[in-house]
């Protein structure tokens, strides 16, 4: 149980284009989920929680105009690089925190390599 | 959010145990101490959490002090498919608005 999807695993698009990534909790109903971004050989970092139903909650530093997030329903959140670049070419996670958990335990999907050219 | 402190990597042979020790001064009360696994080009994967004393599941056991201000990983008999990233994340439940912070994390190499 608790697994959760990304779609899609990899996306190589041209600098100006726009992105979208889906994170799909397959078998449980998640009211926040979160995207992180990760460059090759660091650690993971947080961008945003996404609240089911309301606006996404940004880190500092992270454009929300850039990066938008849509929390439509229990179990779908997505992620659009907005006018991507070469620089946001990197490694998009997203994990899920089931609905009524107490700890900090969070499943996370498989990751969603972006490149772009 | 708690901050932690872990080696950046280490070294074992295949079959020996392996202890990851994470220090975590400033843990705060309401903290649980929680260790991710993390494969290249995947998503971390959950393997542990406890509060105090030990906790122990089917892939490893974790050691946390009196004091709470550490904490160590212990990965029993570790084979070549536990080179991995291990991430110690010190923070409180705080409802939908909890978050994780991840640190460094220690590059674990697994060698015959």
């Known amino acids: 149980g608790a697994v959760v999807s990304q779609h899609p695993s990899w996306v190589i698009c041209k600098s100006g284009t726009s992105v979208k990534i889906e994170c799909r909790s397959l078998?449980?109903?998640?009211?926040?989920m979160f995207w992180y971004r990760q460059f090759p050989k660091q650690s993971l970092m947080l961008m945003a929680t996404?609240?089911?139903?309301?606006?996404?909650?940004?880190e500092q530093g992270v454009e929300k105009d850039k990066f938008l997030i849509n929390h439509a329903s229990l179990t779908l959140s997505t992620l659009t690089v907005t006018s991507a670049h070469p620089e946001d070419s990197s490694f998009y996670i997203c994990?899920?925190?089931?609905?009524?958990?107490?700890?900090?335990?969070?499943?996370f999907g498989p990751g969603t390599r972006l490149t772009v050219l | 959010l708690a901050k932690t402190t872990q080696p950046i990597s280490m070294d074992s042979y295949e079959g020996q145990e392996v202890n990851i020790t994470c220090s975590h001064n400033?843990?705060?009360?309401?903290?649980?101490i929680t260790w991710y696994q993390q494969f290249p080009s995947q998503g971390p994967r959950f393997i542990i959490q406890?509060?105090?004393t030990k906790v122990t599941n089917e892939v490893a056991s974790l050691f946390i002090p009196a004091d709470r201000k550490s904490s160590t990983l212990s990965l029993p008999r570790v084979s070549l498919s536990d080179t991995a990233v291990y991430y110690c994340?010190?923070?409180?439940?705080?409802?939908?608005?909890?978050?994780?912070?991840f640190g460094t994390g220690t590059r674990l190499q697994v060698t015959l």
């Open positions: 078998d449980f109903q998640a009211t926040t």
């Open positions: 994340l010190v923070g409180a439940d705080t409802g939908t608005a909890s978050k994780l912070t």
């Open positions: 406890g509060y105090k």
């Open positions: 994990s899920a925190r089931p609905a009524g958990t107490y700890y900090n335990e969070q499943f």
């Open positions: 400033n843990i705060a009360t309401n903290d649980y």
């Open positions: 996404s609240n089911e139903g309301s606006k996404a909650t940004y």
